[in-house]
C-alpha cells in the first residue's frame, strides 16, 4: 500500500517520512484532513488512501474542475529530486518575489495604487509562466524560484499545477543569482535559465530557444538583453559564480560587465532578442502601447492577463492615469 501511494503521489512528493508530513501540511483544507494514519515512519505500516482519493475527487467536482494541490518544493540538499528522464534537461526558473501589495512594483506607484501594483505584478507572474509551460515537455521543466519562505501556498492560485519551487538564499541580487543557479544545477539540471518575472513580453518561442542553445555541446552563457542594459534571463550549463560579482546591479552597466566577466572566463556568449523589463512608468506607458493600442497585431499582443487586467482598469476610469494619450 505504501508503495501504491508513492507510485500515485511521487509528482509532489520524494516518497519518504519527510514527505508525507509535508503533504499533509500544505495541500489545502478540502484534502488537508484526509486518512494520513501516521507522522512517523512510515517503513512497515499500513497506510489508507481511499479517504484521500474521495477528498481529492470531491474538491475536482467543486467549483474549477481542477485540484488545487500545493507544489512542490526542490530541496537542495537532497539528490535525485527530478526523475531519471528528466536528470539531464533545462530548467527554466522564473525569479519571483510574492506579490504582496506594498512589497512589489514600487516604482510604479504612483500611477498605479499599491493593490494596482500588486495585481500587475501577479499577472506578470502569470503570463511568464504560461509561456515557460509553452515550452515545457521531456527536456524542459517549469521551475519557480521564490521568496520568501513560509509563503508557498500564496502560487498554489498564480502559477500553474506543474510548477516546482526553489527556495531563493542569499543577501543582495547577485548572491540569490548564483545561490539558483549552483542549487538547480546540484539539484539535477544539466542546464539552468533564470527568467525575471518583469517582462510579460517575451514570447515563449525565445524561452525555447535559449534551451535549445543551452543544449549544444559545450559550455557558454545565454543573456537575453534588456533595453535598460540589464538581463532578462541569463542561461548557464556551470557555476560560474564569477558572472555575479562585481556587477552594479539596478545599472544601465549590468549586461555589459556580465559579458566582461563571461570574457573574463573564455566564456561564449549567445544573444536571444532583445527585450525590455516593466518596472517603472515611462515602461509601463510602452506596455499599454503594445498591448493596448487598437493597431497592434494580436501575434504581438495576445490576449494575455496583464492585457486584461490594463484594459479592464481603462475601461473603468479611462486612460488618463497609467497611459495618458501623445499630444
Same mark, same amino acid.
Given at each position: 500500500?505504501?508503495?501504491?501511494?508513492?507510485?500515485?503521489?511521487?509528482?509532489?512528493?520524494?516518497?519518504?517520512?519527510? @514527505?508525507?508530513?509535508?503533504?499533509?501540511?500544505?495541500?489545502?483544507?478540502?484534502?488537508?484532513?484526509?486518512?494520513?494514519?501516521?507522522?512517523?515512519?512510515?517503513?512497515?505500516?499500513?497506510?489508507?488512501?481511499?479517504?484521500?482519493?474521495?477528498?481529492?475527487?470531491?474538491?475536482?467536482?467543486?467549483?474549477?474542475?481542477?485540484?488545487? &494541490?500545493?507544489?512542490?518544493?526542490?530541496?537542495?540538499?537532497?539528490?535525485?529530486?527530478?526523475?531519471?528522464?528528466?536528470?539531464?534537461?533545462?530548467?527554466?526558473?522564473?525569479?519571483?518575489?510574492?506579490?504582496?501589495?506594498?512589497?512589489?512594483?514600487?516604482?510604479?506607484?504612483?500611477?498605479?495604487?499599491?493593490?494596482?501594483?500588486?495585481?500587475?505584478?501577479?499577472?506578470?507572474?502569470?503570463?511568464?509562466?504560461?509561456?515557460?509551460?509553452?515550452?515545457?515537455?521531456?527536456?524542459?521543466?517549469?521551475?519557480?524560484?521564490?521568496?520568501?519562505?513560509?509563503?508557498?501556498?500564496?502560487?498554489?492560485?498564480?502559477?500553474?499545477?506543474?510548477?516546482?519551487?526553489?527556495?531563493?538564499?542569499?543577501?543582495?541580487?547577485?548572491?540569490?543569482?548564483?545561490?539558483?543557479?549552483?542549487?538547480?544545477?546540484?539539484?539535477?539540471?544539466?542546464?539552468?535559465?533564470?527568467?525575471?518575472?518583469?517582462?510579460?513580453?517575451?514570447?515563449?518561442?525565445?524561452?525555447?530557444?535559449?534551451?535549445?542553445?543551452?543544449?549544444?555541446?559545450?559550455?557558454?552563457?545565454?543573456? @537575453?538583453?534588456?533595453?535598460?542594459?540589464?538581463?532578462?534571463?541569463?542561461?548557464?550549463?556551470?557555476?560560474?559564480?564569477?558572472?555575479?560579482?562585481?556587477?552594479?546591479?539596478? =545599472?544601465?552597466?549590468?549586461?555589459?560587465?556580465?559579458?566582461?566577466?563571461?570574457?573574463?572566463?573564455?566564456?561564449?556568449?549567445? &544573444?536571444?532578442?532583445?527585450?525590455?523589463?516593466?518596472?517603472?512608468?515611462?515602461? &509601463?506607458?510602452?506596455?499599454?502601447?503594445?498591448?493596448?493600442?487598437?493597431?497592434?497585431?494580436?501575434?504581438?499582443?495576445?490576449?494575455?492577463? =496583464?492585457?486584461?487586467?490594463?484594459?479592464?482598469?481603462?475601461?473603468?476610469? @479611462?486612460?488618463?492615469?497609467?497611459?495618458?494619450? =501623445?499630444?
Amino acid at each position: 500500500m505504501v508503495a501504491g501511494w508513492r507510485h500515485a503521489f511521487g509528482k509532489w512528493l520524494p516518497g519518504t517520512a519527510e @514527505g508525507h508530513r509535508f503533504f499533509r501540511q500544505r495541500i489545502r483544507k478540502p484534502v488537508h484532513g484526509a486518512a494520513m494514519e501516521a507522522d512517523q515512519n512510515l517503513a512497515g505500516r499500513t497506510l489508507s488512501v481511499r479517504p484521500l482519493r474521495k477528498s481529492l475527487n470531491a474538491l475536482e467536482a467543486n467549483g474549477s474542475g481542477r485540484t488545487k &494541490l500545493a507544489h512542490r518544493i526542490l530541496d537542495p540538499k537532497l539528490i535525485e529530486q527530478i526523475g531519471p528522464e528528466n536528470f539531464r534537461g533545462c530548467a527554466l526558473a522564473v525569479m519571483t518575489k510574492v506579490p504582496r501589495t506594498g512589497h512589489v512594483k514600487t516604482r510604479l506607484v504612483p500611477p498605479l495604487t499599491a493593490d494596482e501594483a500588486a495585481a500587475l505584478n501577479t499577472c506578470f507572474l502569470r503570463d511568464t509562466a504560461a509561456a515557460i509551460v509553452e515550452v515545457s515537455g521531456k527536456n524542459v521543466q517549469d521551475i519557480a524560484v521564490y521568496t520568501p519562505i513560509g509563503a508557498e501556498e500564496t502560487y498554489i492560485d498564480i502559477l500553474p499545477d506543474n510548477f516546482q519551487l526553489v527556495p531563493q538564499r542569499g543577501d543582495g541580487f547577485g548572491e540569490r543569482l548564483a545561490a539558483a543557479t549552483e542549487d538547480l544545477l546540484r539539484i539535477g539540471f544539466q542546464s539552468v535559465c533564470l527568467i525575471d518575472s518583469d517582462s510579460p513580453t517575451v514570447p515563449s518561442r525565445v524561452y525555447a530557444e535559449a534551451a535549445n542553445m543551452l543544449s549544444i555541446r559545450g559550455d557558454r552563457v545565454v543573456l @537575453g538583453p534588456a533595453d535598460d542594459g540589464g538581463y532578462y534571463l541569463i542561461g548557464l550549463k556551470q557555476d560560474h559564480r564569477r558572472l555575479f560579482e562585481e556587477i552594479d546591479w539596478s =545599472t544601465e552597466r549590468v549586461l555589459e560587465q556580465t559579458m566582461q566577466r563571461a570574457a573574463e572566463l573564455d566564456l561564449e556568449v549567445k &544573444l536571444l532578442p532583445a527585450g525590455y523589463d516593466v518596472d517603472d512608468r515611462a515602461t &509601463l506607458r510602452r506596455l499599454c502601447d503594445e498591448l493596448l493600442n487598437p493597431n497592434a497585431k494580436d501575434q504581438v499582443a495576445p490576449e494575455t492577463r =496583464t492585457r486584461r487586467f490594463l484594459r479592464e482598469l481603462i475601461e473603468r476610469e @479611462g486612460r488618463d492615469r497609467i497611459w495618458p494619450a =501623445t499630444k
